[in-house]
């Protein structure tokens, strides 16, 4: 997506996407970990735990796997159930 940001290290492979209509950042890991608030941490932490939501369903179907993943982003985005709630009024109009 043109509006999707994109913060790799300096690792080769990534260099493809310097071509892509969306914004790339990189970080040099060997000079300093992360710049301001963009950093890989917050993907890992995400990916982790969307497997512990995985593991404590014994998986899920391949067909409903994209549901699950926006279930898990706004969980995640929106960590307390008062924030859920909120932003669910918020879209809901109410």
């Not at 512990?52 to 409903?64: A, C, D, M, P, T």
Request: hydrophobic share 35%; with cysteine; proline share 3%.
């Amino acid at each position: 997506m043109p509006d999707s940001i994109v913060y790799t290290d300096y690792y080769h492979s990534y260099d493809v996407l310097d071509v892509s209509e969306f914004k790339h950042f990189r970080i040099n890991h060997s000079t300093h970990f992360a710049e301001a608030k963009n950093h890989i941490n917050g993907i890992e932490n995400f990916w982790k735990q969307v497997k512990r939501v995985l593991r404590k369903y014994n998986g899920i179907n391949k067909k409903s796997f994209p549901l699950f993943l926006k279930e898990c982003e706004f969980r995640f985005n929106f960590e307390t159930p008062k924030e859920q709630l909120k932003m669910l009024r918020f879209w809901c109009g109410i």
